[in-house]
């Protein structure tokens, strides 16, 4: 009887532990949107491999779609991706038009005006060109004189204006800045030669590495090593802590590393995400 009973008693033990394991993965705090819509609604370029981007089926993929979907699943809400232009993402969760921007943003004081983050991700911005042009980038001041192509409005854009400026105070010619709206026009358009080289965030750049097979080399040096996160509406507290709190879920689970596995990104995993509403809440991760 004594054995039955701690049998049973295991039993039981076992099946409460899977069923709070089951409740603490439903529990995630919804937003009162996602309530009334049953809708995750997310901006985002779909134009920024490997993190979204559509293949040659035209589906939706990538590392960010992979943990939207499965953020989406912990919600039960129907995932909706609306495609949106990179440069209108912050002045689009300031005026209202969606309520998360999920690309991979790093937090600057002016961004923290308009938007707090919710921090996934780290990594640095790294400059990829041909490899017949590789020797040319040398010495302290590699960039200097060279003609570089960025995105509009992200972190590479800015930083190559202070770059410049860096150029121009040692008396070195200074860069000769393009600004695209596409991840893939700026390979382009050095394949091309339309510039020399790109500059974008370091896992970006090793993805492209990979999938140009030798087209592109990735320079050595990383500039502003920093945790990237989305972008919330400002102040609005509900959405920051349902998409923090699905995160720590797929963190927890394992989901979130599987995901980056899958696409070689491991290496850029941080702990934990957590909310960025000002710059002192950033970690060096």
Do not use: H
């Not at 709190?245 to 934990?272: Q, R, S, V």
Request: proline share 4%; with cysteine.
């Amino acid at each position: 009887m004594n054995a039955y009973l701690r049998m049973t008693g295991l039993a039981l033990a076992i099946s409460t532990m899977a069923w709070s394991g089951i409740s603490r993965a439903a529990e995630v705090a919804k937003s009162t949107d996602v309530k009334q819509s049953g809708t995750l609604a997310v901006a985002n370029t779909l134009d920024y491999a490997p993190f979204e981007y559509l293949d040659a089926d035209g589906k939706q993929t990538g590392i960010i779609i992979e943990l939207a979907g499965e953020v989406a699943k912990l919600v039960d809400a129907k995932l909706d991706v609306q495609r949106t232009p990179f440069p209108s993402m912050i002045p689009g969760l300031a005026a209202g038009r969606f309520k998360i921007a999920w690309e991979t943003f790093s937090a600057t004081p002016e961004r923290l005006k308009q938007v707090d983050f919710v921090m996934f991700l780290k990594a640095g911005l790294a400059v990829s060109t041909s490899p017949d042009k590789k020797p040319s980038f040398s010495g302290d001041t590699p960039l200097c004189g060279k003609r570089i192509g960025v995105s509009a409005g992200s972190a590479s854009d800015f930083l190559v204006d202070k770059l410049t400026k860096e150029c121009t105070d040692k008396g070195q010619k200074p860069i000769e800045k393009s600004v695209f709206n596409s991840s893939t026009d700026i390979v382009q358009a050095v394949l091309s030669d339309r510039v020399d080289a790109r500059m974008d965030d370091a896992t970006a750049s090793s993805y492209f590495e990979v999938t140009s097979k030798g087209q592109l080399v990735v320079l050595p040096t990383l500039y502003d090593v920093a945790p990237l996160g989305m972008a919330i509406a400002k102040d609005d507290k509900e959405t920051a802590d349902m998409m923090v709190g699905a995160l720590a879920e797929l963190f927890k689970n394992g989901t979130y590393k599987a995901i980056l596995d899958k696409y070689g990104m491991g290496a850029y995993a941080i702990k934990e995400p957590y909310f960025v509403g000002t710059m002192d809440a950033l970690r060096a991760e």
